[in-house]
């Protein structure tokens, strides 16, 4: 794991000390129209102070000569339905990691079904678009499955699949582009970049007329992500790696940012993680493809990032300890029951925040 705390196993970060009381009402089911319309909590993480605005207020907290360093990874359709050869049952398989050429760790519900050296069908009807076997099963009870080569894979999964929404979106997304950013590029996550969301091309481009730089970066978001801390020591939690990757373009235009001594802007957690990644390891932002699985909790010191805008999190979640780690933790608790105060709508399709 990389480094977080200089601290020794024995100190304690009690995993209660994350936890808020959230209604059920306040979990967003479906993503607000337009885009930037959703609310915006403005925290100062140096005095704590709050202000309560829109989204597409997020300009005013940028200056000429900044830089937005944004997420470009792509969901796909990752929650597919096979069926046995010699069954009609169907079980459910959500695809988490490739981990080369045809071979995808999966979660398998119900795992009773899916056995070493079983075949699996996903298509509709008698037709089926993708075959696999499962080649082998890991500890923590994730599937390894082998899909037969076929010449499109991805285009067989968008005839099929299912966009992974979290178990906490109940209702149906009529339009599966909405669970993903208006930039979404290198297809390769199991869950959407969520800060990302809130951006339409008229914002963006407003951003690039005040002379604010934009660029990007590569994270595909596993839904270790979304595990949870069991341990009520954090620092007993192991993190999930995911693949990341830093172009020298954007190397360069992040390095010039520094140089000028303006802003650095995260968009999201998985932002930040690739930054602070990269320049934990290397000591500067380079061009580099690779695996991380930094974690980031009060009393780690940041290196990079300046700012960031990050959506609503789960109650002790690793992605609340990374904010809490950036703003404070006693003002990101106040400011998140200042949002469910304010009636905020909280999670993937809910509202936003920007810590500066």
Known sequence: ????????????IHKSQFNYTLPQDLIAQFPIEPRDHSKLLCLNKKTGNIEHKHFYDVIDYLDPGDCLVLNDSKVFPARIFGKKTDSEKKVEFLLLNQIRLNVWESLVKPGKKAKIQDVFIFGKNQEYELKAKIIDIKPDGNRIIQF????????????IGLMPLPPYIKEKLEDKNRYQTIYAKGIGSSAAPTAGLHFTPELLKKIKDKGIKICFVTLHIGLGTFRPVKSENILDHKMHSEYYSISSKTAQIINETKKNKKKLVAVGTTSCRTLE???????????????????MYPGYKFKVVDALITNFHLPESTLIMLVSAFAGLDNVM??????????????????????F
């Open 1 to 12: 794991m990389e480094n977080t705390l200089n601290s020794t196993k024995n100190n304690i």
């Open 148 to 159: 037969d080569p076929v010449e499109n894979f991805f285009g067989n999964l968008e005839k």
């Open 277 to 295: 990644s990269v320049m934990s390891k290397y000591g500067e932002i380079k061009e580099v493809c690779e695996w991380t699985d930094i974690f």
């Open 334 to 355: 106040n400011a998140y029951n200042t949002a469910v105060n304010k009636k905020y709508r909280f999670f993937s399709f809910g509202d936003a925040m920007i810590i």
